[in-house]
């Protein structure tokens, strides 16, 4: 019976004692102090709105070409027998200069034979009109009255008369052909390519190469519609347009003007080019103390066009703009307040605002994770109004202290 309680009775006894000291601790334990947090309005960065004309700018890119380019071909065939030392891949000239020149020798002949044929018409023209003259003093000396036109010899007059002007017209396109077998350059440009040598007969109509004249270049560019609502009436006003390229790691700038549209839409990119005239690319008529880089054919270079004035516009980073189209402003009692607005143009920088916030106010600038309508919040400037809460949980905006 003893050894039964033992076995049984003691680990009972020891398991009451155990639970009774653990309850008398926890009894005795003095309570943590809670945490105290305070908390404050979220902190934001504003700035007041300011409203202002806005010079729209529209942004393009093109390739600069010749405004007037050319293919030379032979009007006359022959072979060649002089090539000007510039005319050359590259080579520059000035209007009117000589660039080939064909053998001369039949173009010659056929001019001598010309001029006789015309001296040959012309002396038979005198004689017939000398005929004449007897005709009618015979006619006068034995006839009155008026005389008949063949017997005044006038229509082998007129036939001779045409035979003149008929041996004259020959002589004019003798002349012409052998002045055409010196190709002439038709204004100051340069050579593209050239597809003649010494030696080389040339057939009527064959290609001599191409040039590009160096008075204009243009560049086309696409624009869309969007981009076109920006821009002044092209009929009235030729937009200014600043063309910028990297030369040797430098932003080179040439000036230029938007003078026309290609009036027809692109049937495969939807869009519609403008064309840019640039006076003087090569910079060979400019003084020499004010010379630039040359702006040269085939360029790539991106474009900024002057576009027309809009008033009373709110002009802000591209990022202030929400997903929903809102913009966060605070008040004077630092609310947030959401406003939908109207945007009249963005560009990848910016957004341009033409209603839908109150210059009174402020733009929030800075990230807000959830803004609601009447949201409480600081400036970095203000001074902190604490909030105290019994709270364990602390976030961005809470310090803690104890």
């Known amino acids: 019976m003893a050894s039964g309680f033992k076995k049984v009775g003691i680990p009972i006894l020891i398991l009451i004692g155990a639970i009774t000291v653990m309850v008398i601790l926890i009894s005795i334990k003095e309570q943590p102090e809670k945490d105290q ?27 600069v070409q010749p405004k007037n380019r050319t293919m030379l071909s032979a009007q006359v065939s022959g072979r060649v027998i002089t090539i000007a030392d510039n005319f050359i891949e590259g080579g520059f000239f000035k209007k009117g200069d000589v660039l080939v020149e064909l053998e001369t020798a039949d173009y ?41 036109e063949l017997g005044l010899r006038k229509p082998q007059l007129a036939r001779e008369k045409a035979s003149v002007k008929a041996a004259q017209a020959n002589l004019q396109r003798a002349e012409r052909n052998l002045d055409r077998t010196k190709i002439r350059a038709p204004y100051d440009g ?46 009235k006003e030729s937009p200014q347009v600043t063309l910028s390229s990297d030369v040797a790691g430098k932003n080179i700038k040439w000036q230029g003007k938007l003078v026309r549209d290609e009036a027809v839409l692109d049937t495969q990119s939807r869009v519609i080019y403008g064309v840019v005239e640039v006076y003087d690319p ?11 880089m040359a702006l040269r054919f085939g360029r790539f270079v991106s474009a900024t066009i002057t576009g027309i004035t809009s008033s009373n516009m709110v002009v802000l980073p591209r990022n202030i703009l929400r997903l929903d189209g809102t913009i966060l402003t605070v008040d004077d009692d630092k609310k947030i307040k959401i406003n939908f607005v ?37 400036f970095s400037d203000d001074e902190v109004t604490p909030k105290i809460q019994a709270e364990s949980t602390v976030d961005d905006n809470a310090i803690e202290v104890k």
């Open 282 to 292: 090569y910079q060979l008529n400019a003084p020499a103390e004010s010379k630039g």
């Open 37 to 63: 947090i305070i908390t404050r309005d979220f902190l934001i960065d504003a700035k007041p709105i300011e409203v202002k004309n806005v010079d729209f700018l529209v942004y393009s890119q093109g390739s």
């Open 190 to 235: 340069l050579v593209k390519s050239r597809d003649v040598d010494l030696g080389k007969f040339v057939s009527l109509g064959g290609q001599l190469g191409e040039v590009f004249a160096t008075d204009v270049a243009e560049v086309r560019l696409p624009l869309t519609d969007d981009d076109i609502a920006f821009l002044a009436d092209l009929s």
């Open 108 to 148: 010659q002949t056929d001019l001598l034979l010309a001029e006789s044929e015309v001296a040959r018409a012309q002396a038979t023209l005198d004689e017939e009109k000398a005929r004449g003259k007897v005709a009618a003093q015979e006619w006068r000396s034995f006839n009155k009255g008026n005389a008949p």
């Open 342 to 378: 109207t945007v009249q143009r963005s560009d990848e920088n910016f957004v341009y605002i033409s209603d839908g916030l109150n210059p009174l106010e402020q733009v929030v600038m800075s990230a807000i994770p959830n803004p609601y309508e009447g949201m409480p919040v600081r």
